[in-house]
């Protein structure tokens, strides 16, 4: 079955630290994958969509790669601001033709 | 450019009412999605349609319709509503064919109770 898993289910950290968030995926042969985020009572924005054939990709202090080998993404954010304070979910893409599979996400809160 | 619109925001239901979600999009995206998401189990795909004319069930389809009226409108549709219908639903769009262009647009979602 292919799934995608956020963990941890939640993070706090202190305002100004470096952070990552992690993703991972069953299958290797992915299409794409995308991260979002959403802000309480609020639809999903995306953030980040990195192609099957790219390794990274950048959006101001955020930073995503993937891995498809290992089957993981990781979402840096450097600097982190009490804005930046929302539930980041990652999605997958297995092929042109598939549904796009979501992670549960990471509720994150930046501490002042 | 408005994006991706939803209404109604909210909505109360009685068990065994009935009720049709709206959803337009002016992106111009072929694809256009239906979600749920709920506490703990994540977003989960209803229904979707990959360009006008088609549908296709997701992973939840029981109890629910919908209609792509137009390439700009999706539409959901709960024939009989029941209490396991309560959740925030959201409709998305995207382009398709092309892996980096796929990036999916979601509306501000419609949080449903049904008594």
């Known amino acids: 079955k292919q799934e995608v898993t956020q963990i941890p289910a939640a993070l706090s950290v202190p305002e100004g630290e470096n952070l990552v968030l992690n993703c991972s995926f069953t299958d290797s042969a992915i299409y794409n994958l995308q991260w979002f985020r959403q802000d309480p009572g609020k639809g999903l924005t995306s953030l980040l969509l990195?192609?099957?054939?790219?390794r990274e990709q950048t959006s101001g202090r955020l930073n995503a790669s993937l891995d498809k080998s290992s089957g993981r993404s990781t979402l840096y954010i450097a600097a982190s601001q009490p804005g930046d304070s929302a539930t980041y979910l990652c999605?997958?893409?297995?092929?042109?033709?598939?549904?796009?599979?979501f992670g549960s996400g990471t509720r994150l809160s930046i501490r002042p | 450019n408005a994006g991706v619109t939803q209404t109604p925001k909210f909505q109360v239901l009685k068990t065994g009412q009935s009720m049709t979600l709206q959803c337009a999009q002016d992106m111009n995206h072929n694809s256009m999605y239906w979600y749920r998401q709920d506490p703990g189990m994540g977003l989960r795909l209803i229904y979707y349609s990959a360009s006008e004319g088609t549908t296709d069930k997701g992973e939840v389809p029981n109890g629910y319709n919908v209609s792509r009226l137009n390439k700009r409108e999706f539409s959901l549709r709960l024939e009989s509503a029941a209490p396991s219908q309560t959740s925030v639903y959201f409709c998305a769009s995207s382009e398709v064919g092309r892996p980096f262009r796929e990036k999916l647009f979601f509306g501000s979602g419609t949080q449903l109770s049904v008594l």
């Open positions: 999605a997958v893409k297995y092929s042109s033709a598939s549904k796009i599979i």
């Open positions: 990195i192609q099957s054939s790219q």
